[in-house]
């Protein structure tokens, strides 16, 4: 189990996310595909981000960091269940479709390393999680509002929700009949 905040915020949005985890000292991993391969690319100012990478990884300074090496064996960043990560992202609207999915910001409560001994998160990660969730919230407000969704079952039904979301996405759902999922 971890903590986590489900929402919808684009890619401006997460910038302001993004900007508050830098802030906070956290380095940044997204992965990019290279010559057939994840490659895993770590950075600490805001042109590591950009809108064709949706999900990135954040580690908080202090803890001892994330093997790398453990990271380029797997070749991909969310298979390592690394409890100083917290994993944030945007939502990307497919206007041919006019569909757009949630993203979140997540933490795992630790892992169990290579012995079976289970590793707890550390205190400071919580404390920059429960930071960057925070600003997620003020980003994308609680909001109640009704939309499409993404299901033939409910083709043409509208659904009336409450969850974060930011209000640049808002307004694009209601003015464009988005389906969300």
């Known amino acids: 189990m971890g903590k986590q905040v489900?929402?919808?915020m684009d890619f401006n949005d997460f910038l302001t996310l993004a900007k508050t985890a830098l802030d906070c000292?956290?380095?940044a991993y997204k992965q990019v595909m290279s010559d057939g391969k994840v490659k895993i690319i770590g950075g600490k100012t805001m042109d590591m981000f950009t809108p064709d990478h949706s999900n990135y990884y954040f580690q908080v300074p202090g803890?001892?960091?994330m093997d790398i090496d453990e990271c380029f064996e797997t070749e991909d960043i969310s298979m390592i269940m690394s409890?100083?990560?917290i994993q944030a992202g945007f939502s990307v609207p497919i206007f041919s479709k006019l569909e757009l999915y949630r993203n979140r910001i997540y933490v795992s409560s630790g892992a169990y390393d290579?012995?079976?001994i289970w590793i707890p998160r550390p205190e400071i990660v919580t404390k920059?999680?429960?930071k960057l969730a925070g600003s997620a919230k003020k980003i994308a407000p609680y909001t109640e509002f009704e939309h499409y969704v993404v299901n033939s079952m409910f083709e043409g039904k509208l659904?009336?929700?409450?969850?974060?979301i930011s209000p640049s996405i808002l307004e694009l759902v209601v003015k464009n009949n988005f389906k969300l999922g």
């Not at 659904?159 to 974060?164: A, E, G, L, M, Q």
């Open 6 to 8: 489900n929402y919808y």
């Open 25 to 27: 000292g956290c380095l």
């Open 63 to 65: 803890t001892g960091g």
């Open 83 to 85: 409890p100083d990560l």
């Open 114 to 116: 290579q012995n079976g």
């Open 128 to 130: 920059v999680y429960d």
């Open 159 to 164: 659904f009336k929700t409450r969850t974060y």
